[in-house]
């Protein structure tokens, strides 16, 4: 079984296209993330969601936008693509409790390649 | 914001050898470390973490240790393996604030046979 799955694995297009890239995890954790790790392997958080609301938002221009339609699933929208946004993006998941971290979970990523 | 920066950014070592990847942080309110290690096209794993209540955590050939007073924390793998060849990463995180993570830059490991 698959704990956090993502889709696409690849993504190529064009600059300036919308495109979308969805998350899943069959944890029962109510929390959620999107990271960006660029071409020096830096991983740097976007995005994160407990139970559906927003509690992180880095500095991340607002082309990206993060939609979570219920705590299971966290997909990423981006408008407008720009050479800069090639990069693998990766979501996870955890589940804190009560003042105690717990590991993340990650998915495999999705290569976004814009030309 | 937490700062962690990671050394070395690359290591290459004997397989049986030690490795070890050394990380410091900013925050003084940080007080969860973990260890992720990312192999080859696949996302980061958690292999190890450390508490800011213990100074050491061993299981079976890693070990993690933790100076506060120095903010800085560190990974040890010994008995090198050519699995253990990937990419890996250190992070921290506030107290303040359960989720987020604060990573270093990655150290690339490469375990020659």
């Known amino acids: 079984d698959t704990a956090v799955s993502q889709t696409p694995k690849y993504l190529v297009t064009q600059m300036g296209n919308d495109k979308s890239i969805k998350c899943e995890q069959n944890?029962?954790?109510?929390?959620m993330y999107w990271y960006k790790q660029d071409s020096k392997k830096f991983l740097k958080i976007m995005f994160s969601?407990?139970?559906?609301?927003?509690?992180i938002n880095e500095t991340v221009p607002n082309r990206f936008s993060p939609k979570s339609p219920d705590k299971a699933h966290l997909n990423l929208h981006i408008n407008s693509l720009e050479l800069g946004d090639s990069a693998v993006y990766f979501c996870?998941?955890?589940?804190?409790?009560?003042?105690?971290?717990?590991?993340?979970?990650f998915g495999p990523g999705t290569r976004l390649t814009v030309l | 914001g937490e700062n962690v920066e990671q050394h070395p950014s690359t290591l290459s070592v004997q397989e049986g050898d030690s490795a070890v990847i050394k990380c410091t942080y900013s925050?003084?309110?940080?007080?969860?470390f973990p260890w992720y290690k990312q192999e080859l096209g696949k996302g980061p794993q958690l292999i190890i973490d450390?508490?800011?209540?213990?100074g050491e955590k061993k299981d079976q050939r890693i070990a993690v240790t933790l100076n506060k007073t120095a903010k800085h924390f560190s990974l040890h793998i010994t008995e090198t393996q050519p699995e253990d060849s990937a990419v890996y990463f250190c992070?921290?995180?506030?107290?303040?604030?359960?989720?987020?993570?604060?990573f270093g830059a990655g150290t690339t490991v490469t375990v020659r046979a």
């Open positions: 450390i508490r800011s209540n213990v």
């Open positions: 944890l029962g954790h109510d929390t």
């Open positions: 996870a998941s955890s589940q804190p409790g009560q003042g105690a971290h717990n590991e993340q979970f």
């Open positions: 925050d003084s309110a940080s007080n969860y």
């Open positions: 992070a921290a995180s506030p107290s303040s604030n359960d989720y987020k993570l604060s």
């Open positions: 969601y407990n139970n559906k609301e927003l509690i």
